[in-house]
């Protein structure tokens, strides 16, 4: 199975600041990457396709970019709402395979 | 609006059975493969199974394999999950979600294993 490695695990930001979070696939996933934000208690929901495509509805500071065995998530500019856990899935093929996640806290 | 509703869950007996399922609604289900993808009590997302449109292909965890059995019943808009055997480490919220990349979940329903 591909393995997907998240980082960092948590991290601690403000209102404002730019996030980045990274997925190194453990083989060549091309860009059959997406990136999730799930909020405690709440269904995942897709922020990022293909790598860098924005599922339609997603603000545009959320921005994708890689492909091959590394990738990026990077919040523009950090809104409140957007404190959450967020996971990279790797679709490339079976079994599909999450990040163990990214906790994005208050400063 | 695309709706995944998913239900079943509840609290079972180790070794014992559930059968979990998804009403869709607001898209051509017929058209999506379908997934269950699940999570453990304050852990990340595990991939569980997932169906072809048809029902013609199917693809299970290495966790779940032989254990738990995923169905599709295009003409009711749904999706099932038979569980059987299950363990305390199944114990999850489990969430139904179409496509590939899952784009629309489910609200998820509670599995709890224990004695």
């Known amino acids: 199975a591909i393995q997907m490695t998240q980082s960092p695990s948590s991290l601690s930001a403000s209102v404002g600041d730019r996030v980045t979070i990274t997925c190194r696939a453990s083989q060549d996933i091309r860009n059959d990457l997406g990136w999730y934000q799930q909020r405690p208690g709440k269904a995942p929901k897709l922020l990022i396709y293909a790598a860098s495509s924005l599922e339609s509805g997603v603000p545009s500071i959320f921005s994708g970019s890689g492909s091959g065995t590394d990738f990026t998530l990077t919040i523009s500019s950090l809104q409140p709402e957007d404190f959450a856990t967020y996971y990279c899935?790797?679709?490339?093929?079976?079994?599909?395979?999450f990040g163990q996640g990214t906790k994005v806290e208050v400063k | 609006e695309v709706q995944l509703v998913d239900s079943g869950g509840g609290l079972v007996k180790p070794g014992g059975s559930l059968r979990l399922s998804c009403a869709a609604s607001g898209f051509t289900f017929v058209s999506y493969n379908m997934n269950w993808v699940r999570q453990a009590p304050g852990k990340g997302l595990e991939w569980v199974s997932s169906i072809s449109s048809s029902g013609s292909y199917i693809f299970y965890a290495d966790s779940v394999k032989g254990r738990f059995t995923i169905s599709r019943d295009n003409a009711k808009n749904s999706l099932f999950l038979q569980m059987n055997s299950l363990r305390a480490d199944d114990t999850a919220v489990y969430y139904c979600?179409?496509?590939?990349?899952?784009?629309?979940w489910g609200q998820g329903t509670l599995v709890t294993v224990s004695s």
């Open positions: 899935l790797q679709y490339y093929n079976y079994p599909q395979t």
């Open positions: 979600a179409r496509s590939l990349p899952p784009d629309y």
